[in-house]
């Protein structure tokens, strides 16, 4: 079974928007299944083989009191770690690649950029890259959207459709691909403020969780708990920076740029490859 199909992600992830949005409710196996159109033992089959856990204990991963109980185990513990550019700290697939962040300076810095899409385990991606490293890393449903929000974002560079090389090691990750040990080379558009969010972000470990607040802590602004949260909202690299990661102190999972349905499945998976 291909595990990155986007038809069987697509089962996923409206199985778990559904359990969502019945929780209160605890709909059995056999109800999701018919939501998504499948007997039960094939969606399971399915479930299992990208969660790699069953569906019912997916379920505790995903609930507020985990969250919580998630969140209040990384800050009492001190979880974070500033050491964001080393290599591999534990077996994969629990483990922090190794990045490389430069930052854009002038239109010049991006005159060019390669674009490709890619499956992964979270659902269809675009990834750009400069000469200088990954700048764009998306979900997307619709190709000519995907490559029109693309070019908004740096509308003075010409773009070629093409899967370079600095691409890769990003790709294997979200495709839970652990073989390739190539340092991720990011070059990051941002503010001085944006930067010190994103970078901070890299700190949180991998099954752990943060809220705004404590972001803003980190970067000495304690004050500008609303002002990460935008910031967190424009991270151009999705999962990589791991914006995911950040939730309300009520264990809420406040915002996401590409749904929250979408969050939740990954923090849920995260925690199942914990488990």
């Known amino acids: 079974m291909d595990i990155l199909s986007p038809n069987n992600y697509q089962v996923v992830e409206k199985a778990i ?22 007997k039960p033992a094939d969606f399971e089959q399915i479930f299992a083989d990208w969660a790699g856990v069953s569906f019912k204990k997916f379920e505790q991963f995903i609930g507020t009191n985990y ?34 962040i430069e930052r854009y300076q002038a239109e010049k810095d991006i005159a060019l950029i390669n674009y490709s899409f890619s ?9 750009a890259n400069t000469e200088k490293g990954v700048c764009y890393l998306a979900f997307y449903t619709d190709k000519d959207l995907a490559v ?25 990750v979200l495709q839970n ?31 752990a969780l943060s ?15 609303r002002a990460v949260g935008t910031a967190i909202g424009n991270n151009p690299i999705a999962v990589i920076i791991p914006c995911h ?17 979408k969050k939740c499945a990954i923090l849920g998976w995260e925690a199942s490859q914990k488990s």
């Open 177 to 207: 691909n652990f073989t390739i040990l190539t340092p991720i080379k990011l070059h990051l558009k941002g503010t001085d403020f944006q930067l010190k969010v994103w970078e901070t972000l890299l700190n949180i470990p991998f099954g």
């Open 67 to 100: 969250f919580l109980q998630v969140l209040d185990n990384t800050l009492k513990n001190n979880l974070f770690s500033n050491n964001f550019d080393q290599t591999v700290i534990a077996n994969p697939p629990v483990f922090k690649p190794r990045l490389i």
């Open 17 to 38: 928007g559904y359990l969502v949005g019945h929780f209160k409710q605890k709909p059995n196996i056999n109800q999701i299944a018919e939501y998504v159109h499948l």
């Open 119 to 127: 499956n992964s385990y979270f659902g269809k991606i675009v990834i």
């Open 148 to 172: 029109s929000l693309l070019k908004s974002t740096f509308p003075t560079a010409s773009y070629t459709e093409k899967t370079a090389i600095l691409q890769l090691p990003a790709i294997a």
């Open 211 to 225: 809220t705004y607040g404590k972001i803003a802590q980190q970067i000495t602004s304690p004050k500008s708990a």
């Open 245 to 261: 990661r950040v939730i309300q102190n009520s264990g809420k999972l406040g915002g996401y740029m590409w749904g929250l349905t």
